[in-house]
């Protein structure tokens, strides 16, 4: 969890069967569900940041690509990307 000089209080509602993810987590790992939850939305915030960096990196190539398979092969590669399977 990050060091922060101050924290401030945010109320959140979890659907029940999260709620009790959170708390069977909380217990395994002998810390707070607040702990937990904090350090899950730090996870998911680092991870988002990297899939964004993957896509600009993507798109990059993408650009760059000058040989027709290549460009194909990373247009599809971004399509997935962008849409999914």
Request: charged share 35%.
């Amino acid at each position: 969890m990050a060091a922060t000089k101050q924290s401030i209080r945010q109320s959140v509602s979890l659907p029940p069967r999260l709620a009790k993810r959170v708390k069977s987590l909380a217990k395994a790992e002998r810390r707070s569900p607040n702990h937990i939850l904090v350090e899950l939305i730090e996870e998911g915030m680092e991870a988002r940041k990297q899939k964004e960096r993957a896509f600009f990196d993507l798109a990059g190539r993408f650009r760059a690509a000058t040989n027709p398979e290549q460009v194909k092969a990373l247009g599809e590669e971004l399509g997935r990307f962008v849409f999914g399977e």
